[in-house]
């Protein structure tokens, strides 16, 4: 399509990038020729459906774990329907075992469910083939673990651009972009060190850069804060919050820490993989108007070690 780029399309790519603004896409880092990130994207990565960025409908996932002696069937979801707004900041929150993490596997597209429909932008992700399915995967979703998952043989920049390569971002652009993200969350000096040598709330920022390579819509936390100290916690937790703030980043969160839940816009109580009940804690257009003070604060209060 880059062909088609001329002076007649430019008013073409001003129309599409402010559809872009009002469907939430815009982000800080913008390309001034709206070439790079707008124009590229195939119709499966579009948003259809404005205010809704993710709508599960009565999803199940039953795990048939066989060990050698004992073959059992185990109902991890059973029949979970939630919808999730462009810019929403939702907490799932329920005990050990209750199946909040393969529900972050299966909206994360890691792994299917065994029955039921999950929506991204409008599209069932699951009616993708496998190119659009992983396509959606790195370019739509970034995805936080609690234990980091970072490559310990490769600099905090390189973990920090391993995604670029899979979405065919991998430029001069991305490095760029790499050491603007550790910069904003104050780890900048870090990126030539390899994971291991940096403190747990550091790597934990080096995981959410990660995620946020490519720009998702979606971003995923499996108990981000879970392996870190309370206020290193805090700290994770606030960087969240500036995403969905300042960026309009649809955040979902599993954690065992209602204090933090309690600062989300809505939590999610699951038990024996059904919907318990939901908490709306704050209206989408109050978070909305506490964002940019906060969010300084966070990029400038950083480099504590959390060891
Ligand atoms: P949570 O994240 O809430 O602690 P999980 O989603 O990890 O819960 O697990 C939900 C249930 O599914 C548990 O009973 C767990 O043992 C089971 N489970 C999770 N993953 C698998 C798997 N790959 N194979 C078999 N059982 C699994
Ligand atoms: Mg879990």
Do not use: C, W
């Not at 747990?200 to 499996?222: F, H, K, S, W, Y």
């Not at 989300?264 to 964002?291: F, N, P, Q, V």
Request: charged letters at 25%.
């Amino acid at each position: 399509m880059n062909d088609l780029i001329s002076d007649s399309t430019l008013p073409v790519i001003a129309l599409v990038t402010l559809l872009q603004f009002v469907n939430g896409r815009r982000r800080e880092r913008e390309d001034p020729t709206g070439k790079e990130s707008h124009f590229h994207l195939p119709s499966h990565l579009q948003s259809t459906t404005v205010d809704v960025a993710l709508k599960l409908e009565n999803v199940k996932k039953v795990f048939d774990s066989r060990s050698a002696s004992a073959k059992k069937m185990v109902v991890a979801l059973d029949g979970v329907s939630f919808e999730v707004k462009r810019g929403e900041f939702v907490s799932i929150v329920g005990p050990s075992g209750s199946g909040k993490s393969t529900l972050l596997n299966v909206i994360g597209a890691l792994d299917r469910p065994t029955s039921g429909k999950v929506f991204i932008n409008g599209q069932d992700i699951f009616l993708l083939d496998d190119a659009r399915l992983s396509d959606v995967r790195s370019r739509l979703i970034g995805f936080i673990f609690q234990s980091y998952n970072l490559v310990n043989r490769m600099s905090v920049q390189e973990n920090v651009e391993f995604p670029a390569i899979f979405s065919e971002r991998l430029s001069s652009d991305s490095r760029t972009r790499a050491l603007e993200l550790l910069e904003t969350l104050g780890i900048k000096d870090k990126a030539k060190q390899k994971p291991v040598d940096l403190s747990g709330g550091e790597q934990q920022r080096v995981a959410i850069a990660r995620a946020l390579i490519n720009d998702p819509d979606l971003v995923l936390a499996d108990e981000p804060t879970g392996n870190l100290d309370t206020k290193t916690g805090r700290e994770v937790f606030d960087l969240l919050k500036m995403l969905s703030d300042r960026f309009g980043t649809t955040v979902v969160m599993v954690t065992h820490n209602l204090e933090l839940a309690g600062m989300t816009t809505r939590s999610i109580y699951i038990r024996d993989g059904r919907i318990e009940k939901e908490i709306l804690h704050k209206d989408l257009s109050e978070t909305k108007a506490s964002s940019a003070a906060a969010s300084k604060d966070i990029t400038s209060s950083s480099s504590e070690k959390a060891r």
